[in-house]
């Protein structure tokens, strides 16, 4: 008995409870959220737009002070999102990104690289896999959105965080790039926690270990192994064109 409670508080990496966060105070985008994030799995989280997903990943990675929280805790200790201590856990791609646009991206990698302290993976490999090749010693901001993204993306993977954030980051992408991308969040529990937010049902049901689905600023229904299929998660969206 006491064995299995070690193995549980063990796997658990982050755990939040009993979130609320607004950018006008009068109006809670997200409303008592809570949820756990496992060590080495990949978490959907799913939800129509305007649902708070982009919201939530802008509280924990401390860019949106307007929030309260009952807990929060990171391997079982208190942590603060804006303290460097959780910083150097994770690393954020969201859905549009127009910062370090004087950068090329071997320069913002090179950069990313010193922040965290850490070697940078597989690089070449995920360039030709992303088809980036000639856009690697191009200015972030005289790329094509897709191609931002896919720099960022990159970035992400190659630093290997203990957690991993993805906003929307199918949007954007051109087919084969989907695709190479699906491979990579599937097999990302080989060195961390993945979370990643989309309102497209085939990005969540092909690569997820668990799902969330989050609606009204909330979790509504979490879906796990043999439960995760287009159907039974549509019927818990409540709409028909997800």
């Given at each position: 008995m006491l064995q299995d409670k070690e193995r549980t508080m063990s796997e658990t990496l982050l755990e939040i409870n009993g979130l609320s966060a607004w950018y006008d105070p009068s109006k809670k985008v997200l409303k008592d959220l809570s949820l756990e994030l496992k060590e080495n799995e990949v978490v959907g989280l799913i939800g129509l737009n305007g649902a708070g997903k982009t919201t939530f990943l802008k509280v924990i990675t401390g860019l949106l002070k307007g929030y309260e929280i009952s807990g929060k805790t990171f391997r079982g200790e208190n942590i603060e999102f804006r303290d460097n201590s959780f910083k150097d856990k994770r690393y954020v791609v969201f859905a549009e990104d127009r910062s370090f646009q004087y950068f090329t991206f071997r320069d913002y990698i090179s950069y990313v690289s010193h922040a965290y302290r850490k070697e940078m993976h597989d690089v070449d490999e995920m360039i030709k896999?992303?088809?980036?090749?000639?856009?690697a010693d191009v200015l972030l901001k005289d790329l094509s959105t897709?191609?931002?993204?896919?720099a960022f993306l990159i970035t992400g993977f190659a630093l290997r965080p203990e957690i991993l954030l993805l906003d929307e980051p199918v949007n954007g992408l051109d087919f084969q790039s989907t695709e190479y991308?699906?491979?990579?969040?599937?097999?990302?529990?080989?060195?961390?926690?993945?979370?990643?937010?989309?309102?497209?049902?085939?990005?969540?049901?092909?690569?997820?270990?668990?799902?969330?689905v989050l609606e009204e600023g909330h979790i509504t229904s979490t879906f796990e192994g043999d439960q995760i299929n287009a159907t039974v998660i549509r019927e818990a969206l409540k709409y028909d064109d997800v």
């Open positions: 896999g992303f088809h980036f090749e000639e856009y897709g191609n931002q993204k896919k991308l699906y491979s990579l969040i599937a097999g990302y529990k080989k060195y961390g926690t993945l979370l990643f937010s989309s309102h497209i049902l085939e990005s969540i049901t092909l690569t997820s270990d668990r799902v969330m």
